[in-house]
């Protein structure tokens, strides 16, 4: 099991441009959640997808959304990129929203010029 | 608003000396709290919850609602100890998807 995948790793775009992060869940989870970790911070939650649905959202603009496929992969989508974006995106799956613990991907990194 | 304050950026320690890595919260209800670890070049993971009240890896933490603190302790610190450790609170009985992560301390543990 190659456990939580997330693509790219690194990535580099100009202000105002869009982004688009993929997130293969772990084997056997169906629950899928972003987090964004700037330089020197602990990572921030933004959202949280279930059954292909958002179901939970930290405080994060609207430039800032989220799909969840039939498979339980995710993406994360950032439009009008700012310098302040720039940041190492989280992927992290479970099994069970409720109890399950959170398994992390090695993260993209996004760098905003 | 719920917080959760990690106040040592950096903690240097020597191997066999007992460790302590600080963790304050303030936040609504009671929480579930949770330490997570990063150690190089790995992804972050799950180090002990507090309703498990498991020792992991040597690793304990207290729950003081009192003073609303989860302090992680080890008698004897390894190197191999040496990783960013970050404290994480989430709702009871909620998701652990949406976690509040501290902004972590850096353990060295020195030979």
């Known amino acids: 099991d190659a456990g939580v995948t997330q693509s790219p790793t690194h990535l580099i775009k100009t202000r105002g441009q869009q982004v688009t992060l993929r997130c293969s869940p772990k084997?056997?989870?169906?629950?899928v959640s972003w987090y964004q970790q700037a330089l020197g911070q602990g990572p921030q939650f933004i959202f949280q997808?279930?059954?292909?649905?958002?179901?939970q959202r930290g405080n994060f603009p609207d430039r800032f959304s989220g799909h969840q496929f039939p498979n339980y992969s995710s993406e994360l989508n950032v439009n009008a990129l700012l310098l302040g974006d720039s940041a190492l995106y989280l992927c992290a799956s479970t099994w069970d929203r409720v109890t399950g613990e959170l398994f992390f991907g090695e993260g993209s990194r996004l760098t905003v010029l | 608003a719920q917080r959760v304050t990690q106040p040592e950026k950096l903690l240097s320690v020597f191997k066999g000396a007992p460790v302590e890595l600080k963790c304050n919260y303030s936040y609504s209800g009671s929480p579930e709290l949770f330490w997570y670890v990063q150690y190089s070049r790995q992804r972050l993971q799950l180090l002990l919850r507090h309703i498990s009240r498991e020792s992991i890896k040597g690793f304990t933490a207290d729950l003081n609602k009192g003073e609303t603190s989860f302090h992680l302790k080890k008698p004897f610190a390894q190197e191999e100890d040496s990783a960013m450790y970050y404290c994480a609170p989430a709702p009871m009985g909620g998701s652990q998807g949406n976690l509040i992560f501290g902004k972590g301390t850096k353990l060295s543990v020195k030979p």
């Open positions: 084997s056997g989870h169906d629950t």
């Open positions: 997808y279930y059954e292909e649905e958002e179901r």
